[in-house]
């Protein structure tokens, strides 16, 4: 009797485009025909008690892959720690948490800046001359984000495109937190890391709130969630052909620590204001006594809470 394992036709791998995952020949190739990097941003945080922490990564890591097999390209290591808790996100977490406990993998605006700053550093040093970064995070993060690389962008010949997920659908699909945009993504990619028939709201002591979970949430489907991820891939497409169609010509240079250490010096002394290190225009004030009332005006090493150096 077979125990079966050799009737079994041979599993078909998909396509390796994870600079991980690659052997050197393979990267070099792939480079050599697409010489654009794909970066996904995400991190863990409350996306209510129905649905994984790590919606936000998946959905970067799952638009970065299948963009890359689709439209060529290497896909850099996932940064999985996002800024959170300063600025805006204070607010909202006293909105939508309160004071219970809530698991996020926080990074201050200026180690997440910082870090990817050198990871377009390292991408360029790689050899890349695109990156196409995808935030699974929203909210105003990209906007710092943009404001970066387009300083790095300025003094080296990498050409940088960076997308909030939902920025990829404006107009025809509306971007929310844990709600029926979300959750029809994650249904579509991890079915198994949702589980909608649990109750919105916790039931642990202090387990009050729902946890960050959207009012639509229910709505959501898998089928929903392909609409919008394909729409998602077919807007990356065209920034691969746009950005494919500009790097002719452009020369390498290796980027020194020391000129990665001016472009950041420079960033910062910029008069604008960051973006994640304040409230939103017109949002209401954190409350006096909020455990995250310290992050609504955030002022880290290098940088003011104006965007100003101190
Ligand atoms: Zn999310």
């Not at 929903?224 to 390498?252: C, D, P, T």
């Not at 472009?263 to 225009?281: D, G, K, M, R, Y």
Request: net charge negative; charged share 20%; aromatic share 6%.
């Amino acid at each position: 009797m077979s125990d079966g394992s050799g009737s079994r036709p041979p599993q078909r791998q998909p396509e390796q485009v994870r600079w991980a995952e690659l052997l050197p020949r393979e990267l070099r190739l792939r480079r050599a025909a697409c010489p654009i990097a794909w970066l996904p941003l995400g991190l863990c945080e409350p996306h209510g008690y129905v649905a994984a922490f790590g919606l936000d990564t998946i959905k970067a890591d799952w638009l970065c892959d299948e963009g890359a097999r689709r439209f060529g390209g290497v896909v850099a290591p996932t940064q999985g720690w996002h800024i959170h808790e300063t600025g805006y996100h204070a607010r909202w977490l006293e909105e939508v948490i309160g004071e219970d406990e809530a698991e996020i993998g926080t990074l201050p605006p200026d180690i997440l800046l910082r870090t990817f700053l050198y990871q377009l550093r390292a991408l360029a040093n790689a050899g890349f001359r695109g990156v196409i970064a995808v935030t699974g995070h929203a909210g105003g993060n990209q906007v710092d984000l943009r404001r970066l690389a387009a300083a790095f962008s300025a003094r080296v010949p990498l050409a940088v495109e960076v997308y909030a997920d939902p920025e990829l659908v404006s107009g025809r699909y509306d971007g929310d937190h844990a709600g029926k945009f979300e959750i029809s993504q994650l249904l579509a990619i991890r079915p198994d890391l949702v589980d909608l028939s649990r109750p919105p709201r916790g039931d642990g002591p202090g387990a009050g709130s729902r946890f960050a979970l959207g009012g639509d949430a229910a709505e959501a489907t898998a089928d929903h969630g392909r609409i919008i991820l394909e729409a998602q891939l077919a807007s990356l497409g065209e920034s691969v052909r746009r950005m494919s169609a500009s790097l002719a010509g452009a020369a390498v240079t290796r980027v020194s620590l020391s000129k990665a250490e001016e472009i950041w010096a420079s960033f910062a002394s910029e008069p604008l204001p960051l973006v994640t290190a304040n409230p939103l225009p017109g949002q209401p004030p954190v409350s006096a006594t909020s455990k995250w009332k310290p992050g609504e005006r955030w002022a880290g090493p290098g940088i003011d809470s104006a965007g100003q150096r101190p």
